[in-house]
């Protein structure tokens, strides 16, 4: 009897929360909240799918993990993803180099909420010097010859 009445206690607890958030079992509130936030996902994912395309035709370069990222607005895991394969003698000199030219893309980015000119010209500069013998330094050594001088100065991204 005595374990009855704190479990009593509980449910009545529970009750009532779920009363005032509107979340009872089998209400309307739920499936009206369930349906707007499925509405609200769907355009999400549609931006995401569009920014994505756009990224695709504009960088071709981005590896699609990249384009994800930057589509998503959420560069940071992404980034240190490849920081870390740049970092590792586990995977292949290409692969490094590969790596270290998506981070430069990431943060010249347009679409980057989060894009950093500098950091994109230090990671190419990095690319053209640690991984000389690979395509994505010739690559790096183009972006490098393209990118605005007076943008490269002032820290803000060409248009």
Not at 12 to 23: A, D, E, F, K, P
Request: proline share 4%.
């Amino acid at each position: 009897m005595m374990l009855l009445k704190p479990l009593l206690s509980l449910c009545g607890v529970t009750l009532l929360c779920s009363h005032m958030t509107g979340c009872a079992l089998g209400g309307a509130a739920p499936a009206a909240a369930a349906g707007v936030a499925a509405a609200e996902y769907g355009k999400y994912k549609q931006n995401v799918r569009k920014r994505m395309e756009y990224l695709g035709s504009y960088e071709p370069d981005l590896q699609p993990r990249s384009a994800e990222a930057i589509a998503r607005g959420d560069v940071k895991s992404v980034l240190d993803l490849y920081t870390s394969i740049v970092d590792s003698k586990d995977y292949s000199y290409s692969v490094r180099a590969e790596a270290a030219f998506q981070i430069a893309l990431i943060h010249i980015s347009v679409l980057n909420p989060e894009a950093d000119l500098a950091k994109g010209v230090h990671w190419l500069e990095r690319v053209k010097v640690s991984y000389p013998k690979t395509v994505v330094a010739t690559k790096a050594e183009a972006r490098l010859r393209n990118l605005d001088t007076d943008s490269i100065a002032t820290g803000a991204l060409p248009q």
